[in-house]
């Protein structure tokens, strides 16, 4: 039974009755859509926290590294320096033996020469 006086009044009393419900059901689920639209806010910038952590990680494996192949240049640069001044002393003694053996070599035909030519004078 209706309290209100006309039957039009007692269905808009139901019908605001169903519109209540709705609005707080619709206001619970509201909330638990900011809920989890919080909890994926979260997610995410924690993903992000993660993703710069990783990429400062990477930063620096790749900063060692280059580290790393400097000084091995460096090393292999200063041996190869090394080993060209090696090559460059045994070239130079290497001349110095020639030169003097072309020296040797032509004060031998000199003095060879000059004997002849001494001996031919006595004979």
Same mark, same amino acid.
């Given at each position: 039974?209706?309290?209100?006086?006309?039957?039009?009044?007692?269905?808009?009393?139901?019908?605001?009755?169903?519109?209540?419900?709705?609005?707080?059901?619709?206001?619970?689920?509201?909330?638990?859509?900011? *809920?989890?639209?919080? +909890?994926?806010?979260?997610?995410?910038?924690?993903?992000? #926290?993660? /993703? !710069?952590? =990783?990429?400062?990680?990477?930063?620096?494996?790749?900063?060692?590294?280059?580290?790393?192949?400097?000084?091995?240049?460096?090393?292999?640069?200063?041996?190869?320096? *090394?080993?060209?001044? +090696?090559?460059?002393?045994?070239?130079?003694?290497?001349? #110095?033996? /020639? !030169?003097? =053996?072309?020296?040797?070599?032509?004060?031998?035909?000199?003095?060879?020469?000059?004997?002849?030519?001494?001996?031919?004078?006595?004979?």
């Amino acid at each position: 039974m209706c309290m209100r006086k006309t039957k039009e009044g007692c269905v808009l009393a139901n019908q605001q009755k169903a519109l209540e419900a709705k609005v707080a059901d619709m206001g619970t689920r509201l909330t638990q859509v900011e *809920t989890d639209i919080g +909890k994926i806010r979260s997610e995410t910038q924690n993903g992000f #926290k993660q /993703g !710069a952590e =990783a990429m400062r990680e990477i930063n620096v494996s790749v900063s060692n590294l280059a580290h790393d192949f400097g000084a091995r240049m460096t090393n292999m640069e200063a041996r190869i320096i *090394t080993e060209k001044e +090696k090559w460059g002393e045994v070239l130079r003694t290497i001349l #110095k033996w /020639g !030169a003097k =053996a072309l020296i040797l070599g032509a004060l031998v035909a000199m003095g060879v020469n000059i004997v002849s030519s001494v001996l031919k004078s006595f004979n």
